[in-house]
């Protein structure tokens, strides 16, 4: 069966804890449209309590177990509800990725000095002070927890940097200095280099703190069976550190581990330099493919689109691609906006759930709806969908993208999808496979009626509406 992913949240998620049971209600439908993994956001106590999504880690070990931070559970609910939610997923042949963030961590119990320098930020191998002492919030002792699970904690030493100096109340960025500190050197080179992003950042480097998240990472795996991780930001985080952890996980685990990395550039030859400097060890977000779709959803009937699938991640490395349309980052709002909006998200849709290469994650903001920013749900739309890639997305694919407005492809097991953005009906001719000849498809989305005959040579005339989507199924 195809294996396709939900992102099973979106950025405002109400923080009333009810998210976890929400899952638990929903596998088995989610599991009946075709949903095998789910990309669950991160799970551990943040910064910010019950109101961080999580990104802003402040304990790893804590997954809604123990008071810290304001509250025993986190923004989702309580790690009971987490495991549960996990194991009716489980039961509903469900795979769950687990949200990764060890870039940074952010609400740290308490102050040390430390030594840095200055550097400029849009520069950050540019050091702009001597060396100086500043009063960082780099102390993580975790008191909530009792040394329960790990008696490690966190201080400057574990750190490359921070934003925020409490002696001199000043922000900016402050690059540790001493032996074996200093920037990673294999990352980003956005700004100079990008190890820096936010909040207190985790020297990955450091041989005590590969341990340390080595065994977080093991206990992880077995407290709550997870399957596999989508990693956050790893363009700020030592290309070698994710290719070991991984490796080392899998060999450890004898799990397969199916794991996705956010690399956020929409430049291919950056992903893919990536891919090849991580070895393959895991797949990253076509991220050149979603701006691609938030151009023909901003430019509509202006967007040719021919250029669709042009410097995507899916053209030189589908084997290493994951396809989104939309995430929590480039909703409404966000640090990344770049919302693909109804004008084209459902053609975006048809392109990721029916082609072969990738696996593609359906955005929960799309499924269910983002009251927040007054989204609607797509549910209805996407589950046909959902259901054309389940039953019948297999096979060899056969591309048409011959016209601006009006492209198609075809699956030979018995698929064939147009989307088009013009405002004329289109209609093309398209091979599916000679072995279906006389069969009878139609379209699963409604959007057209009627059945298409598949002629005897194999070819079908297939139809689509103006600025629409279809996906002729076999009958
Ligand atoms: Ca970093």
Same mark, same amino acid.
């Given at each position: 069966?195809n294996k396709t992913i939900?992102q099973?949240?979106?950025?405002?998620?109400?923080?009333?804890?009810?998210?976890?049971?929400?899952?638990?209600?929903?596998?088995?439908?989610?599991?009946?449209?075709?949903?095998?993994t789910?990309w669950?956001?991160?799970?551990?106590?943040?910064?910010?309590?019950?109101?961080?999504?999580?990104?802003?880690?402040?304990?790893?070990?804590?997954?809604?177990?123990?008071?810290?931070?304001?509250?025993?559970?986190?923004?989702?609910?309580?790690?009971?509800?987490?495991?549960?939610?996990?194991?009716?997923?489980?039961?509903?042949?469900?795979e769950?990725l687990a949200d990764i963030v060890l870039n940074?961590?952010?609400?740290?119990?308490?102050?040390?000095?430390?030594?840095?320098?200055?550097?400029?930020?849009?520069?950050?191998?540019?050091?702009?002070?001597?060396?100086?002492?500043?009063?960082?919030?780099?102390?993580?002792?975790?008191?909530?927890?009792?040394?329960?699970?790990?008696?490690?904690?966190?201080?400057?030493?574990?750190?490359?940097?921070?934003?925020?100096?409490?002696?001199?109340?000043?922000?900016?960025?402050?690059?540790?200095?001493?032996?074996?500190?200093?920037?990673d050197q294999d990352v980003d080179s956005e700004n100079?280099n990008y190890d820096?992003l936010?909040?207190?950042?985790?020297?990955v480097s450091?041989? /005590?703190?590969y341990?340390?998240l080595?065994?977080?990472a093991?206990?992880?795996?077995?407290?709550?069976?997870?399957d596999g991780f989508r990693l956050d930001a790893v363009k700020h985080i030592d290309y070698e550190f994710f290719t070991r952890l991984i490796n080392d996980l899998r060999t450890?685990?004898?799990k397969e581990l199916f794991t996705v990395g956010e690399y956020w550039s929409g430049d291919t030859n950056v992903l893919k330099k990536y891919v090849e400097e991580t070895c393959h060890a895991f797949n990253i977000f076509d991220v050149p493919l979603h701006y691609n779709f938030f151009?023909?959803?901003?430019?509509?009937?202006?967007?040719?689109?021919?250029s669709l699938k042009s410097n995507t991640l899916i053209s030189c490395k589908p084997e290493n691609s994951v396809t989104f349309v939309n995430n929590?980052d480039t909703?409404?709002?966000?640090?990344l906006?770049s919302?693909?909006?109804?004008?084209?998200?459902?053609?975006a849709?048809?392109f990721i759930?029916?082609r072969q290469e990738g696996v593609p994650n359906?955005?929960?903001?799309?499924?269910?709806?983002?009251?927040?920013?007054?989204?609607?749900?797509?549910?209805?739309?996407?589950?046909?969908?959902?259901?054309?890639?389940?039953?019948?997305?297999?096979?060899?694919q056969?591309?048409?993208?011959?016209?601006?407005?009006?492209?198609?492809?075809?699956?030979?097991?018995?698929?064939?999808?147009?989307?088009?953005?013009?405002?004329?009906?289109?209609?093309?001719?398209?091979?599916?496979?000679?072995?279906?000849?006389?069969?009878?498809?139609?379209?699963?989305?409604?959007? /057209?009626?009627?059945?298409?005959?598949?002629?005897?040579?194999?070819?079908?005339?297939?139809?689509?509406?103006?600025?629409?989507?279809?996906?002729?199924?076999?009958?």
């Open positions: 069966m939900m099973f949240f979106e950025w405002y998620l109400p923080s009333d804890g009810g998210h976890w049971n929400f899952l638990k209600e929903h596998c088995k439908q989610l599991s009946d449209v075709g949903i095998n789910l669950l956001p991160p799970a551990y106590k943040g910064g910010g309590g019950i109101n961080d999504t999580g990104y802003g880690v402040y304990d790893l070990y804590d997954l809604g177990e123990f008071d810290q931070k304001g509250a025993v559970r986190t923004k989702y609910g309580t790690k009971d509800q987490y495991i549960e939610a996990i194991a009716e997923a489980h039961k509903n042949n469900i769950i940074q961590k952010g609400g740290a119990d308490d102050t040390e000095w430390v030594k840095v320098v200055k550097v400029d930020p849009a520069n950050r191998n540019n050091k702009i002070s001597d060396e100086y002492d500043i009063k960082a919030w780099t102390k993580f002792n975790f008191p909530g927890r009792n040394n329960k699970y790990s008696d490690f904690k966190w201080n400057w030493e574990h750190f490359n940097g921070v934003d925020w100096d409490e002696n001199k109340k000043e922000s900016a960025i402050f690059e540790f200095t001493g032996i074996g500190k200093g920037w100079g820096y936010m909040l207190t950042d985790v020297d450091s041989p /005590v703190v341990e340390e080595l065994k977080w093991l206990w992880y795996i077995e407290i709550a069976n997870l450890i685990t004898k151009s023909a959803a901003k430019e509509k009937g202006n967007y040719d689109l021919r929590h909703q409404p709002g966000q640090s906006e919302f693909v909006d109804k004008s084209f998200s459902l053609q849709y048809t759930l029916t359906v955005f929960f903001g799309d499924y269910y709806g983002i009251p927040n920013n007054n989204i609607a749900p797509l549910k209805d739309e996407l589950d046909k969908l959902l259901k054309a890639r389940k039953d019948f997305a297999y096979g060899v056969h591309d048409y993208f011959d016209d601006a407005h009006v492209v198609g492809w075809t699956r030979e097991d018995g698929l064939a999808a147009l989307i088009s953005n013009g405002n004329d009906d289109g209609c093309i001719k398209m091979f599916v496979s000679e072995k279906l000849s006389g069969k009878n498809f139609v379209d699963i989305t409604g959007n /057209v009626q009627g059945e298409i005959k598949i002629a005897e040579d194999g070819n079908g005339d297939f139809k689509v509406n103006g600025n629409s989507y279809s996906v002729w199924c076999m009958v």
